[in-house]
């Protein structure tokens, strides 16, 4: 009798690793890819938060909304090629990095991407000035 307690409860012990194992191995992989591609939800940000901090947030994730302006400076040559205005206050503005077959501009839109530093300038051989962008991974 004792020797048939002990078969049944070592059979239980497998059968709950044989489902314990995959359930682990598939939430290593999701913590893995998570990890790997930065694709952790993200929060939502506002433009003056970014502006008011930018190294805090550099080649961090960032999801903002704003309307879309492709307003180009003319003789400034920008790392980015549209800028975020905020709604409420349109001179809060950050640059977006983007590339569209369609025009965006007046369009208000949730961004998605990375923040990062970039230069702008007027001419090559000039120092430039240092700006933060968001290269843009999703645009709805």
């Known amino acids: 009798m004792e020797h048939v307690t002990k078969v049944a409860s070592r059979k239980d012990v497998f059968v709950l690793l044989a489902l314990a194992c995959p359930v682990l191995v598939a939430g290593v992989a999701v913590l893995i890819h998570g990890f790997l591609t930065g694709r952790f939800p993200v929060t939502r940000n506002t433009i003056s938060e970014i502006l008011s901090n930018p190294t805090a947030w550099e080649n961090k994730t960032v999801k903002v909304e704003g309307t879309i302006r492709g307003e180009p400076v003319i003789g400034v040559i920008y790392p980015f090629n549209f800028w975020l205005c905020d709604k409420e206050n349109q001179t ?23 923040v990062k530093k970039g230069y702008a300038w007027v001419h090559p051989d000039h120092p430039g000035w240092r700006v933060y962008f968001i290269e843009a991974s999703s645009i709805y």
Do not use: M, N, Q
């Not at 640059?95 to 501009?105: A, F, M, P, Q, Y």
């Open 92 to 114: 809060l503005r950050i640059g977006v990095k983007w590339h569209s077959e369609v025009d965006l501009s007046g369009k208000d839109a949730l961004v998605i991407g990375v």
